[in-house]
């Protein structure tokens, strides 16, 4: 598949993120690790994109499955918990960043912009081990950063901004957490990792969806407040 000028300057933001990690010089948000993730009471505001049966069987049996036989103790996601991020609105925190007017103003945000968005595509390419945690991660096209610059816009507007810190203001790429640590990798575990990313072998997934939440970290502690198919 030839990559648009788009999914190149996606890339390069991820190899750059990549470097990050390597040197220990984050500068974007990250969520730190608790003893037990399901019960983990700090909570965020968030949209996100539910995938669909065929993606989430795909990735239990190629990359979760074969990582858990490595290090069982890690938490991984189970199916009815993996999603794709797609705009965050209050980072987790425990009180919340945010109230119920906050979820009522953001509601009628989404509702206005996301019906009138269109469906994009996803490309996944490569795994990234980030200090807590692995991902999924997918190159995308440009509809993804209309949508998410847009309802930046208007979030700020009505007074609840991001407060998610960024390492990029523009081409975001498609992140699906798959694993959570308890403690350092092994040396087996981030082998396993780089063969099966290298192996990787994805369809272009359709995003046609976009579900407004609250949840923690492992989308535990849930409540769907409403879902908006795209054009």
């Not at 019960?39 to 965020?44: F, L």
């Not at 968005?117 to 996803?122: A, C, I, L, S, T």
């Not at 609840?160 to 640590?181: C, G, H």
């Amino acid at each position: 598949m030839t990559l648009t000028n788009h999914q190149v300057k996606q890339q390069q933001i991820v190899d750059h993120i990549a470097l990050q990690v390597s040197n220990s010089s984050l500068n974007f948000s990250t969520v730190s690790p608790v003893k037990d993730y399901p019960t983990d009471s700090r909570i965020c505001l968030t949209s996100v994109h539910l995938p669909h049966q065929n993606l989430f069987k795909k990735v239990q049996r190629e990359l979760i499955d074969p990582l858990k036989k490595i290090e069982p103790s890690f938490y991984y996601y189970p199916s009815d918990c993996l999603h794709m991020t797609i705009k965050n609105i209050r980072v987790i925190n425990d009180p919340p960043h945010f109230n119920k007017d906050d979820i009522v103003k953001a509601t009628k945000i989404f509702n206005e912009v996301i019906p009138q968005r269109q469906k994009f595509n996803v490309y996944f390419y490569r795994l990234l081990l980030f200090p807590n945690n692995l991902a999924l991660i997918g190159t995308s096209d440009e509809e993804l950063d209309g949508i998410i610059l847009e309802l930046d816009q208007k979030l700020k507007a009505q007074d609840i901004p991001d407060d998610k810190v960024y390492s990029n203001t523009k081409y975001f790429f498609s992140n699906m957490t798959l694993v959570r640590f308890n403690n350092n990798p092994s040396e087996e575990f981030k082998r396993k990792v780089e063969k099966l990313s290298a192996s990787l072998k994805f369809d272009r997934y359709q995003v046609d969806s976009v579900t407004l939440v609250t949840c923690n970290a492992v989308f535990k502690n849930r409540k769907i407040i409403r879902t908006w198919s795209l054009k």
